[in-house]
């Protein structure tokens, strides 16, 4: 395999550890805890892993022995930088405890535990893939486990290797999912446990006890980085409108950390589009309103981002989908469309409406996701000052250019801050393993100090926990950290865009470095800059 | 102005300098020169400018004393990577001869020394920008200087200034417009001078005398940098073909350089269609060959580079533009194609086959800048396929991706290498001019070396000439350096690629690194290195 200069030189960092797990390791348990909501539904769903204490990992002068422990380890759901450091401290943990332990990787996601394909993850394997991004070590899956014959077709693969624990790295859903199979093997008293580890590089699994999750760090830097490289060029050729659409369908948070990095002219949160009960006519004034009034102090140029969910969180749009499903889905025309739909079908431009009738999914289902937001917003925007110029509203030129980023972050090699805190997960789950716990997920705290100063531990899954609606039945889950209008991010965007709007304040972010000086290359994101200050 | 960490700690980086430009500076001239072709045509166009000497710059103890100067820069043309460094490298080049010599930048390109709009940059301005991205400290500007009203009106100015030379970045067609303002302002006497320096991100300004222009390096390296992190989500989720367009229109240089960074499985050559007279469908027939044997072995993954410019260098494409431009200007129906022409056009996806006829521009052409040739491959890629299924010629699936890089790279602060050569070509034409010379273009040579023993100097534009037919003229242009077919670079990606087709070869180049070890840091890129070991 034939490696870049970079990949060879990095492969030798050694992730900085958190004080409490450098030498020997002790463990300091808290009080009893509640779940998020809902706690006497949550505790009879799971009577032997709810209410466990917070735990937190110590130093000690005792050495760390034990037995040999065997762990099996899970990638599930979406790309996120620092997977594999993750699984890199996860070994380091199960070795320093006992160099005879075995650490098996499942491969491509939870899937991988249920139909018994597996690898054993060796010296020389996990050399490879230390502070590499993607999840290419043993790939990852979307397959949900939550049906007991699962449980027990993985059983019979962790009986056979001699598992002690399987850990399992994912977003809220596989968290939660982690936490209902450690449920049934406590019940069963099979004596395996389950470790949860939190990832997405959306960023909405985070709440009191979880600062962040993995790969949130890096995917934001390295769309800052390409944003910021757009704005330079449009600061510089001064002749175009630059509409840049985000990864993230639930939540607003990479758009709003890469708004907070690099300061555009406009930046849509959905969070706030939702609770404004804002439609799509005013989202599309709001962006033309900016442009005119740049245009007449010469600028026809800027920057917009868009996050990929927005669709999903215009209350109007939202209605008009429902609307068009059910029509749809009966065979009748649109004419039974409300007259409030009616009339926003009839402003969008032709080939929006033409693929929310006529492409869906195989549920009959309009395909919101296909929907290019970032050209839809551009053409209405276009549209809307077409009709100004007539009316002298407008002098101006407006030629946008169109962005979305995803793919470009999901995979980055992981910043120091996501390699440092991954690995600092995966030792975390091997300690967490080794003091017997099961339906914790691994978790780092105090992040924005220095590395050894951060404090890891253990939090029980069913803490984080409350009874949603999902697909009709109500459910144990996590809940999605959306962007809060009330917190510090958002309100410090708040408080500067209209300042960024019209004037041009560009910050140009650069490459994420590794080496270098500690504040170019271990600054934490803003949004848990901001919170942590708050 | 806020500014990012990396910002701040990167104004500091010094370039290192060849140790020619370094203390005392004297010139060493060479034989007289001839143009590249049509050696009586061009002397006869450049009586003044024609057959000067190569020249190169040299270590002296004498320590540099002249009379102050003071000189215009102009930047021409689309943004590249490194342009404020040659701005950097100018001014102190100019205070280094004599403090007192002045800087003055015209705004907005060459229309700026037209239309008489200038800064001064003082030390303050200069400050603001040393290795940073972006055109933004002067602004360029397409406006092309071939008139003598242009000519006599800039000269105004120039004499209000006090100016003894002009300094024009630019591609080939603005380097070809510095010799031809040299020669008239030597024609008649004026006593100023001109110098261009070669830049552009497509790599296409190049020749025995100049080994690259700037901003390719740090360009490519950004695009080299998304496609490695989408390749490796490409290799972790196993299910997406991403089809990713590189800026470029003319040359294919951008795709091979990223192409032997990042080992793609497809990368398509504009230079190599159109002398290998390809059809479009020879080109969706080799991708789809290739996605049906990685499919054989279970990947249903890959990525496609491809050259923005392609379209243009499809030879019986071309042909079809042409007939639908006649057939279109007069009104007439598309029955007039010819019938190869015609077949063509049927298997054109609807969506591409609306545009060609019914979006064209002021004068009445087909826009093929607007087709987006990544979706338009990729459609018929899957339709080839879907046929190729029923046929039983291929077992899996294919889920394309789009991507389209251009913006993201243009403004990226300068690498290590850009930096470096950025700020030599500016010292280079500060010395050119003190020197007395006109008609230059700056050059720095033996780039694959260490810095201190990089080679400065400057070589006559004339040097690179010949005549071109250019929109129904003759005209005296530097030649445009396509991609070779065998030369090194091509040679090695095609020794490759059917190994990186077939397995899966990723190689992952991550960021820009500024600080570290060198060989992440400075090396310069592969096509270079290639080159040069030739």
């Known amino acids: 395999m034939e490696k870049s200069a970079l990949q060879k030189a990095r492969a030798a960092y050694q992730p900085k550890l958190p004080a409490g797990l450098r030498g020997g390791v002790t463990i300091k348990e808290g009080a009893p805890t509640q779940s998020a909501g809902n706690q006497e539904e949550i505790k009879a769903l799971f009577p032997n892993t709810y209410g466990m204490p917070i735990v937190e990992f110590v130093p000690t002068d005792q050495p760390c022995i034990c037995e040999p422990m065997n762990l099996g380890i899970i990638l599930s759901g979406g790309q996120a930088p620092g997977g594999h450091n993750v699984i890199c401290g996860l070994f380091d943990g199960i070795k320093k405890l006992n160099p005879a332990g075995k650490l098996y990787g499942f491969l491509m996601g939870p899937g991988g535990l249920v139909d018994h394909k597996y690898i054993e993850l060796t010296d020389a394997v996990i050399d490879e893939y230390r502070n590499t991004g993607g999840f290419d070590m043993i790939g990852s899956g979307r397959t949900k486990l939550e049906k007991e014959d699962q449980f027990e077709s993985g059983l019979k693969i962790i009986r056979e290797l001699g598992i002690k624990a399987v850990v399992i790295i ?21 004596g395996v446990q389950v470790i949860g580890c939190p990832k997405t590089i959306d960023g909405d699994l985070k709440n009191e006890q979880i600062e962040t999750s993995f790969g949130f760090d890096t995917a934001c830097k390295t769309y800052a980085e390409v944003i910021g490289n757009i704005q330079r060029d449009a600061n510089s050729a001064r002749k175009y409108w630059h509409f840049i659409k985000l990864m993230g369908r639930s939540a607003s948070h990479i758009a709003l950390e890469c708004a907070l990095q690099t300061q555009p002219n406009i930046c849509i949160i959905s969070e706030e589009v939702e609770a404004k009960n804002q439609t799509l006519d005013d989202i599309v004034t709001y962006i033309a309103e900016i442009v005119a009034k740049r245009a007449a102090s010469g600028n026809n140029f800027g920057t917009v981002l868009i996050p990929e969910g927005l669709i999903e969180f215009i209350p109007a749009m939202k209605r008009l989908i429902a609307e068009l499903n059910d029509l749809l889905a009966d065979g009748k025309s649109l004419d039974g469309l409300t007259s409030e739909s009616a009339a926003i079908y009839a402003s969008l431009p032709e080939s929006v409406a033409k693929q929310l009738t006529l492409e869906r999914d195989p549920h009959g289902n309009v395909q919101v996701s296909l929907i290019e937001t970032e050209k839809l917003l551009s053409e209405m925007v276009g549209k809307k000052l077409a ?6 509203k407008f002098v101006g030129k407006f030629a946008p250019q169109h962005h979305f980023f995803g793919y470009e972050g999901r995979c980055a ?3 120091n801050y996501d390699a440092d805190y991954c690995y600092a997960l995966g030792q975390s789950a091997a300690q967490l393993v080794a003091n017997g716990k099961t339906g914790y997920m691994a978790v780092v705290k105090n992040t924005t ?3 050894a100063e951060w404090i890891a531990g253990g939090v029980p899954i069913t803490m984080m926990m409350n009874m949603e609606r999902r697909n009709g039945e109500m459910k144990p889950v996590i809940k999605k950290a959306l962007v809060e209008l009330d917190g510090a991010p958002f309100k410090t965007f708040a408080a500067n865009r209209d300042e960024w709007a019209e004037k041009t304040c560009f910050v140009y972010p650069g490459p994420i470095q590794y080496w270098g000086p500690t504040e170019v290359c271990d600054e934490p994101t803003k949004t848990l800059q901001l919170e942590q200050k708050a």
């Open 170 to 190: 994912g977003g809220d859903d596989s968290n939660t999912n982690a936490c209902v199979l450690a449920e049934y093997y406590a019940a069963k008293n099979y």
């Open 387 to 392: 009709v100004w110029k007539k009316e002298g």
């Open 413 to 415: 090699a992981p910043s």
């Open 449 to 451: 100090a220095p590395a």
